[in-house]
Nanobody, 126 residues
Framework: QFLPVESGGNLVQPGGSLNLSCTTS????????IGWFRQAPGKERVGVSC????????YYEDSAKGRFTISRDSAKNTVYLQMNSLKPEDTASYYC???????????????????WGQGTQVTVAS
């Protein structure tokens, strides 16, 4: 199975924005649901957001609601996570993951995702 590749992480000041990207060079994301997860040092990897195959269903973890927006561009074979109003507690490595079984909706739990990227670092600090 092809693996996703994340990009877009950076150091940003509190209140700033970042747009993370998830793509793959080895195949199409069109038949996959995509999840974004994050892992802070010493903590478990947790779900942030996910998007259905058709892009209509989107899930956000409570702390991401109103600040983060997930979207997908089939023509560019890319899924984005736009993050606004970033806080220091958003600091983590962010991972994109692929899941291929769900026909509708998307899974919130990491155990359903079968292919993971290497992660991109987001640091929110002044």
């Amino acid at each position: 199975q092809f693996l996703p590749v994340e990009s877009g992480g950076n150091l940003v000041q509190p209140g700033g924005s970042l747009n993370l990207s998830c793509t793959t060079s080895g195949g199409s994301l069109a038949d996959s649901t995509i999840g974004w997860f994050r892992q802070a040092p010493g903590k478990e990897r947790v779900g942030v957001s996910c998007i259905s195959r058709d892009g209509y269903y989107k899930y956000y973890e409570d702390s991401a609601k109103g600040r983060f927006t997930i979207s997908r561009d089939s023509a560019k074979n890319t899924v984005y996570l736009q993050m606004n109003s970033l806080k220091p507690e958003d600091t983590a490595s962010y991972y994109c993951a692929i899941e291929t079984r769900a026909l509708y909706g998307c899974f919130r739990e990491r155990r359903y995702y079968t292919a993971w990227g290497q992660g991109t670092q987001v640091t929110v600090a002044s």
